[in-house]
């Protein structure tokens, strides 16, 4: 198995470990015209940089910094020391990525000023101009799709071509506003932008920005119901904390632990699930007939003198209860905490319960006492974290601890399983 390098990859927004070497994939984009909207257009485009804020503080992981304004008008700093730096582009008519956008160039000529500073170091950093609607000309989309220096170096030179290379007499076929930026781009600083070129993407995806936030508070169990609420709740938190940082003179950096504690004492308070639901299935004969043989719960049932129908039912409330116990775990709706817990409630329950059944009905045969104690603690219920639980989940629960002999319904159930032993 050949080596990997892994690579903090932003391409297309997504972590991926990937060759160094590979070629760089371009996410299919919409064909859309550019976007227009009756907002004004400096206050959309505030308002973009903080949803794009928001959309990182949701995705990033928890040692990660995003900062608005720092180095980039949106970055991430990773604790591996490698960065994201995005320039957000918000437009009413000019297309941002046409060949001769005046942003275009000034973006590539701040990220090469920001590379020759040693702000950002090309090979450590992933650069991204977010255009939602926005037409990629000709050069963009050929810088997008470079992946290799050689590739780099050969769209410059088709850069300067399309646009009129000095070297031909000819002068920039741009704005002179824009002349500046190109100038220093495909000449001066042409060796720091080709390796910027090899890590650069345009993203021009035709949802709403604010689309995009929907499936990640999903991933942290937001519901569908409480979406717009907990959107309204972030948005603030957000600004309240970039205008207090900036009152202070400081920089708008937020850790992203710090968003996602704050995030999810927000959503147990105002979305919190009150029921845990059954994911499981049914299971197939053989399944069940395979636990029938070898499961130390099906034994303790035998031991009282069940009849098949409940050995049946309790080795399906005991898959269901597996199953559910670790979607639920995986969902993040319990924990190992939440968990260990109820397994002490039932251990005290059981004692209870079978300390009454031998005061009681200590005229009964043992047989009869481990039915009657095993009726009493089937219906038994309990929550999880405050959680209401499917019935058979308690159920499957009691069988998973009488498994391990940790409760038993016959009296003597510990005796009677090791002399039934092989």
């Known amino acids: 198995m050949a080596l990997r390098q892994t690579e903090f990859n932003f391409k297309n927004s997504e972590y991926q470990e990937t060759p160094v070497a590979n070629k760089k994939t371009t996410a299919k984009r919409e064909k859309n015209t550019a976007g227009s909207t009756s907002a004004p257009g400096s206050f959309r485009g505030f308002s973009l940089q903080a949803t794009r804020f928001l959309y990182y503080l949701l995705k990033v992981e928890s040692h990660d910094v995003v900062s608005l304004e720092y180095f980039e008008d949106v970055g991430v700093e990773k604790s591996s020391g490698e960065k994201l730096a995005e320039q957000d582009k918000s437009f009413l008519s000019r297309n941002p990525l046409a060949d001769r956008s005046v942003a275009f160039w000034k973006s590539f000529r701040n990220w090469v000023d920001a590379a020759s500073a040693r702000t950002l ?6 650069f991204i101009i977010y255009a939602p609607n926005a037409r990629m000309g000709r050069i963009v989309l050929a810088f997008d799709n470079a992946s290799t220096i050689e590739e780099a170096k050969g769209v410059l030179q088709m850069a300067r071509r399309a ?170 709706l319990i924990s190992e905490e939440s968990m260990m817990t109820l397994e002490r409630e039932l251990g005290q329950t059981w004692r209870n319960k079978r300390r009454r059944v031998r005061i ?56 009677e399983l090791a002399s039934s032993r092989p």
């Not at 170091?121 to 992933?126: H, L, Q, T, Y």
């Not at 998973?400 to 159930?413: E, I, M």
């Open 121 to 126: 170091v090309p090979e450590r950093s992933s």
């Open 163 to 332: 646009l009129g290379g000095r070297m031909k007499g000819k002068t920039w076929d741009i704005s002179q506003e824009a002349q500046e930026h190109v100038d220093i781009v495909l000449n001066t600083g042409s060796a720091l932008a080709a390796r910027i070129i090899t890590r650069f993407n345009a993203d021009v995806a035709g949802q709403d920005p604010m689309d995009a936030l929907k499936p990640l508070l999903r991933q942290k169990l937001v519901s569908e119901s409480s979406y717009n609420d907990v959107i309204r709740w972030a948005n603030g938190w957000v600004k309240q904390k970039i205008d207090k940082l900036m009152s202070k003179g400081e920089h708008a950096r937020i850790r992203q632990s710090d968003f996602q504690d704050a995030l999810l004492n927000y959503v147990r308070t105002h979305d919190r699930v009150d029921i845990l639901r059954s994911i499981a299935s049914t299971r197939s004969k053989s399944e069940i007939e395979t636990e029938i043989a070898i499961r130390n719960y099906v034994k303790q049932l035998q031991l009282i003198e069940l009849d098949d129908i409940d050995l049946y039912a309790a080795v399906s409330d005991y898959l269901s209860a597996s199953a559910d116990r670790a979607q639920w775990s995986e969902d993040g």
């Open 360 to 415: 009681n009905h200590e005229d009964k045969d043992e047989k009869d006492q481990g039915q009657l104690l095993y009726s009493e603690c089937m219906e038994h219920r309990a929550n999880v974290d405050g959680l209401e639980t499917p019935s058979q989940f308690i159920r499957g629960s009691w069988h998973a601890l009488s498994d391990d002999q940790t409760v038993g319904w016959h009296p003597r159930y510990k005796e």
